[in-house]
């Protein structure tokens, strides 16, 4: 089982990207996915936190509150995809973005609790 993200990068501050992630050895429909994030080791608080989920269906998405308004997550069941679009992002944004998969979304903000299958990360950078 595989869970791969795709997409980060550099961008300047005020700019977007789009991650993307695709999962193989796993039934996507009959997961509900989610995406997080780990600030640089040298920031305060760098453990691992929530951005957004999304049930298995793409009818319920939830998002960390801070995150609301800037982030956007989406899927595509057909291409088996699931995508977080990042809008006027900041340096504070900056980090490891983690995509995940799990059986249930048990709250309505993301948790790493409902999610047992992980990818390896993609930087994202945002300089000012």
């Known amino acids: 089982v595989q869970v791969v993200e795709s997409g980060g990068g550099l961008v300047q501050a005020g700019g977007s990207l789009r991650l993307s992630c695709t999962t193989s050895g796993l039934t996507f429909s009959d997961h509900a996915m989610g995406w997080f994030r780990q600030a640089p080791a040298q920031a305060p608080g760098n453990g691992r936190e929530?951005?957004?989920?999304?049930?298995?269906?793409?009818?319920?998405?939830y998002y960390e509150p801070s995150m609301k308004g800037r982030f956007t997550i989406s899927r595509d069941n057909v291409k088996e995809i699931v995508y977080l679009q990042m809008d006027n992002l900041r340096p504070e944004d900056s980090g490891i973005y983690y995509c995940a998969a799990g059986l249930g979304i048990s709250k309505t903000y993301p948790v790493t609790s409902d999610f047992h299958l992980w990818g390896q990360g993609t930087q994202v950078t945002v300089s000012s």
């Open positions: 929530g951005i957004a989920a999304i049930s298995w269906n793409g009818r319920f998405p």
